[in-house]
């Protein structure tokens, strides 16, 4: 009877983990959608943006800006981990780490700086364990980034590349494919490279190329006030593609805990049902038995 006891308190545990899996599943689904509308909501600003700029540059107005500038020598550079602050997303979070701890490597065996900012607890908190200090860490929105986040690391990376202390910087996070599938990927933030999406409607996109823009002020103010305007956009899209990411990677994660509690609990429940069985039988042996001993007697 013991080893039914032991069996029905595991059966009881997994019942209770497979609930609490089941609810962040449910959870993560619906935080999934509200980020996908963030996400989309943000993208159309970022396009107009940068077809702004690429026709800037394609009209020949000779304007110049330093983040458009690509040093001549590169000794600096800024890499930036986006991940969550929170785990139980599966292989997110490491997937990150692995290609920034690779390409850091690589950097310094090349004999050039490094410098880490970590947007996310899970990636501050490793790389301290490690022994390795970032010099910028931003916690507490990676579920759902706020556009604040993303104006404090712009000015950062702008101040030190237009100042000269940085020479690239790339930004290393999840990109979202679909629900069940995201994918590490790392991009050149710094310097900036403005090219154009290709559009499904070429009628109105031969229209918006044949477009002339009168400057008030001039072009070189346009281009020096939309610039950062544009690095911060861009930053901003790729917090929220990583937090649609993160949601995806914890319902996934999530499910399979909860589709290998439910095999753990018909397994283990076969297994009672085997246990109790047996006990039966052997009682009902021992009866059949002590019976038969009477009537000899």
Known sequence: MA?????????TAIQSTRQVTRTMEMVST???????????AAHPYTVALRHILSDLRRAGTGVAHPLLEEHPVCK?????????????AGGFNAGIIHMVEQARARALA???????VCYGRKAHSYFQYRGITPELSITGNTGSPVFVDAQTLAARVIREYTEGTLDRVEIFYNHFVNVARQVPEVVTLLPVVIEDEDSADEAAEKKRRSLEYIFDPSGEEVLR?????YVEAVIFGYLLESAESEHGARRTAMKAATDNASD?????????????????????????GGAAALEDN
């Open 76 to 88: 600096r550079v800024m890499m930036v981990a986006v991940v969550s602050d929170r785990g139980q």
């Open 110 to 116: 090349d004999g050039l700086e490094v410098e880490l």
């Open 225 to 229: 006030n939309l610039i950062p305007t």
């Open 30 to 40: 619906a935080k999934i959608r509200s980020a996908q509308n963030k996400a989309e």
């Open 264 to 288: 753990m609990i018909q397994t283990l429940t076969r297994s009672f049902n085997r246990a109790r069985q047996s006990a039966i039988t052997t009682e009902i042996s021992e009866i059949v």
């Open 3 to 11: 080893n039914l006891k032991e069996i029905k308190g595991r059966i």
